[in-house]
Nanobody
Framework: QVQLVEFGGGSVQAGGLLRSPCAAL?????MAWFRRVPGKEREGVAA???????RYADSVKGRFTISKDSAKSVLYLTMNTLKPEDTAMYYC?????????????????WGQGTQVTVSS
């Protein structure tokens, strides 16, 4: 059983930085962050694939970084140069096998979500 718990999130002004950790008791090969805005479908933000590769949505490339601290069993999403359109509920997810790492339908395990709000 994979259990994921997100922390962090919060409110920040545009241009600011946030770092959200996701604690996991076990690390499947693919772990990712998704976000959801009310009324819209869940969007893939960043994925760590097979312990070595990463994938990013075009909207966050160059601004967001996904990383792992295996010793602490924590997955991080570091969000730089935040924009108001980044405001969403952010979710940590995990899967043992994916062919499309930013597709939420391929993930079996989810955290409860953490809110990120960016004001202009």
């Amino acid at each position: 059983q994979v259990q994921l718990v997100e922390f962090g999130g919060g409110s920040v002004q545009a241009g600011g930085l946030l770092r959200s950790p996701c604690a996991a008791l076990t690390y499947p090969p693919t772990m990712a962050w998704f976000r959801r805005v009310p009324g819209k479908e869940r969007e893939g933000v960043a994925a760590s694939v097979g312990y070595v590769a990463t994938r990013y949505a075009d909207s966050v490339k160059g601004r967001f970084t996904i990383s792992k601290d295996s010793a602490k069993s924590v997955l991080y999403l570091t969000m730089n140069t935040l924009k108001p359109e980044d405001t969403a509920m952010y979710y940590c997810a995990a899967a043992y096998y994916t062919t499309s790492p930013l597709n939420p339908g391929q993930y079996n395990y989810w955290g409860q979500g953490t809110q990120v709000t960016v004001s202009s």
